[in-house]
T-cell receptor, first 117, second 113 residues
Framework: GAVVSQHPSWVICKSGTSVKIECRSL??????MFWYRQFPKQSLMLMAT?????????EQGVEKDKFLINHASLTLSTLTVTSAHPEDSSFYIC?????????????FGPGTRLTVL | SQQGEEDPQALSIQEGENATMNCSYK?????LQWYRQNSGRGLVHLIL?????REKHSGRLRVTLDTSKKSSSLLITASRAADTASYFC?????????????FGAGTRLAVHP
């Protein structure tokens, strides 16, 4: 089946530093990947749609200069949280879009827990 | 709001009992999907029901969809302690583009041995 990995699985950083999270589709190519954020005991909120070879599309209220997305290849999208602050602490989940069995499907990564001190 | 609504927010039952979770959404959809998430983990896809389907089964799972009421339900029969998790519905809206999924608030299910 389609597998999506994320790295790192968790990260702790100091306030003001930048953190990069990778999302990889391991056995398929994904022209579109999605980035979600999930606060404790809450649902997933879509942050942005990452398109290979073009600029990401951000959801309303998400700062594009703070959450930099780069989809440089068909198997890799990165999310960089710039100048992270404690309020950015969250669980970040990516998904990759693929055609499987004639159906458009999203496959989710295991998530990255970011803690900003 | 980006999210749909799910109820109940939390559900506590005994092993062997059935668990029913409901989801309501706001816009017309291509399909509705249910996911499971264990604490602090990623999402596991459970089942997808298309907008022209009314009911779907997968093992102990039964999903219904009522597009006129913009609602869906997930029934887990003969629950087990291992079913303890959060369950989310997610809709693929007709006008969303790029297969964007809109997630509900989730139901936290606790199944006690």
């Amino acid at each position: 089946g389609a597998v999506v990995s994320q790295h790192p699985s968790w990260v702790i950083c100091k306030s003001g530093t930048s953190v990069k999270i990778e999302c990889r589709s391991l056995d398929f190519q994904a022209t579109t990947m999605f980035w979600y954020r999930q606060f404790p005991k809450q649902s997933l909120m879509l942050m942005a749609t990452s398109n290979e070879g073009s600029k990401a599309t951000y959801e309303q209220g998400v700062e594009k200069d703070k959450f930099l997305i780069n989809h440089a290849s068909l198997t890799l999208s990165t999310l960089t949280v710039t100048s992270a602050h404690p309020e950015d602490s969250s669980f970040y989940i990516c998904s990759a879009r693929a055609w499987t069995g004639g159906r458009d499907t999203q496959y989710f990564g295991p998530g990255t827990r970011l803690t900003v001190l | 709001s980006q999210q749909g609504e799910e109820d109940p927010q939390a559900l506590s039952i005994q092993e062997g009992e059935n668990a029913t979770m409901n989801c309501s959404y706001k816009t017309s959809i291509n399909n509705l999907q249910w996911y499971r998430q264990n604490s602090g983990r990623g999402l596991v896809h459970l089942i997808l029901i298309r907008s022209n389907e009314r009911e779907k089964h997968s093992g102990r799972l039964r999903v219904t969809l009522d597009t006129s009421k913009k609602s869906s339900s997930l029934l887990i029969t003969a629950s087990r302690a291992a079913d303890t998790a959060s369950y989310f519905c997610a809709t693929d809206p007709l006008s969303g583009g790029y297969n964007k999924l809109i997630f509900g608030a989730g139901t936290r299910l606790a199944v006690h041995p």
